[in-house]
């Protein structure tokens, strides 16, 4: 805000920009905006030579170019699908007009642990450098939601953001994390406490990379449809109900339909719900969230994220019920779709004590405050596709919902 030159302010007091003071300081207003946009594919057999959506995807600035990429690959995907470092450079070559590979796929390790040591970022840093990756290259993750969280912080820090496709592969990962605009990795055990908000610049869906994927982990990922569908689309809840058994039974056309109804919420929601960047205190698409941050700490991630999510929306839907904003029957039918799709809805980190006695779960909600960096705004329920926010949890509440929790699982 310091005076550049008097022409600038002359410039600037011409259109309006500049204000002077009453104590003579000048205040400029800087204002520009940029408007983000990136395509989300869901296709099948992304690396198989035939397949355009890669090459075009690359090919999208600059036809004409051959693009040199970098490609990490999560290891636990790869010990599932050993072919697939060879199918990713068998595509490079088929498609060697538009995509070159720099080095061989390399294997990052899969799940929380590439989270939880900054080392894993400086040593795929590392690689960039060392293969001169430019902004005109192309960061390719392929893995579940926690590789594409540390690849794409790297690719957002490195040369201050070069091109980052994600092509995820867990459910979770194709239904919420990766069609959004986050990254991070875990420090002083906080969970994501290094991120940036860093749109990638294309996320590309393949379902056949979930057939591999462990029962768990599939169940898992349905936590953040139940989620979505619960704070916003109540149709959908009826449509998850309605298509339980076939879920349970991974069946494609209903785990495709889930997954591609879900990642359609969570972008309409990133784009219309006015806060991309998450600059307000709330944070919609997190219900269930505050205690599920907490649990994955508390299990030293035991738990899987999805399965959190699962306790802490069971958390929260009974706050609601006893703080009469929700009815019992909404209750029911959301357990009764829970436990079917096969969630636990009670874990004995739920009432651990910290050395003070206080129970630790608690400290997530200062946690969540903490991270949005202002005021507490935690979505509670209605109705069944209804969230609604509010400010404050009354902690005597939160144990007592705690201890029905338990009641009814015993
Ligand atoms: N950035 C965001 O907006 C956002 C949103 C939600 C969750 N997350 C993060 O995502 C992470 C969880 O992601 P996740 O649920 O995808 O799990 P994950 O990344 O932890 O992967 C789970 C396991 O599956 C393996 N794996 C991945 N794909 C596989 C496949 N196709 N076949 C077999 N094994 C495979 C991995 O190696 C790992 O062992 C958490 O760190 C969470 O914080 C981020
Ligand atoms: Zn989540």
Redesign the pocket.
């Known amino acids: 805000m310091r005076r550049t030159s008097p022409e600038v302010d002359r410039d600037q007091v011409a259109d309006g920009a500049a204000r002077p003071a009453d104590n003579g300081t000048i205040w400029h207003r800087q204002t520009f905006s940029v408007p983000y946009e990136y395509p989300v594919a869901f296709t099948s057999g992304l690396f198989a030579s035939e397949n355009p959506v890669l090459a075009d995807v690359l090919g999208a600035l600059e036809p004409d170019r051959q693009h040199r990429c970098i490609v990490f690959v999560?290891?636990?995907?790869l010990a599932?699908r050993p072919a697939l470092a060879e199918e990713i450079r068998a595509y490079a070559e088929h498609h060697r007009e538009r995509m070159i590979l720099v080095s061989e796929p390399l294997a990052v390790p899969?799940?929380?642990k590439i989270?939880f040591e900054l080392h894993h970022v400086e040593e795929m840093q590392r690689k960039l450098f060392e293969h001169r990756i430019d902004r005109h290259s192309y960061v390719i993750a392929v893995?579940?939601?926690?590789?594409l969280?540390a690849v794409g912080l790297v690719a957002a820090t490195t040369h201050r953001g070069v091109r980052h496709i994600r092509v995820p592969?867990?459910v979770?990962?194709q239904n919420?994390?990766g069609v959004?605009v986050?990254?991070?990795v875990n420090l002083y055990e906080q969970?994501?406490f290094v991120g940036a908000f860093a749109p990638p610049f294309a996320v590309l869906n393949d379902l056949d990379?979930?057939d591999?994927?462990?029962a768990r982990?599939k169940i898992?990922?349905m936590a953040e449809a139940v989620k979505v569908a619960l704070i916003r689309d109540g149709d959908f809840f009826a449509w998850l109900e309605q298509n339980a058994d076939d879920l349970v039974l991974f069946a494609r056309p209903a785990m495709s339909t889930m997954i591609r109804r879900c990642a359609e919420l969570h972008m309409h929601q990133i784009a219309r719900g006015g806060d991309p960047f998450e600059r307000g205190s709330a944070r919609p698409l997190d219900f269930g969230h505050w205690a599920a941050h907490r649990l994955e700490t508390l299990t030293h991630y035991h738990l899987?994220?999805?399965e959190a999510v699962a306790l802490g929306m069971a958390l929260d839907v009974r706050y609601s019920v006893r703080s009469g904003l929700l009815d019992e029957a909404a209750e029911a039918r959301i357990r009764f779709l829970l436990e079917h799709l096969g969630f636990r809805l009670w874990h004995p980190a739920l009432e651990k004590r910290m050395a003070s006695g206080r129970h630790a779960v608690l400290a997530g909600l200062r946690e969540f405050r903490e991270h949005l960096g202002g005021e507490l705004t935690i979505t509670l329920l209605s109705d069944i596709g209804v969230g609604i926010e509010v400010h404050e949890m009354d902690e005597a509440r939160v144990l007592q919902a705690v201890e029905d929790l338990k009641t009814r699982a015993a």
């Open positions: 999560d290891d636990g995907l599932t899969g799940g929380e989270k893995g579940g939601g926690a590789v969280d592969t867990t979770l990962s919420d994390s959004g986050k990254n991070g969970k994501n990379f979930i591999a994927l462990p982990e898992a990922g899987r994220h999805g």
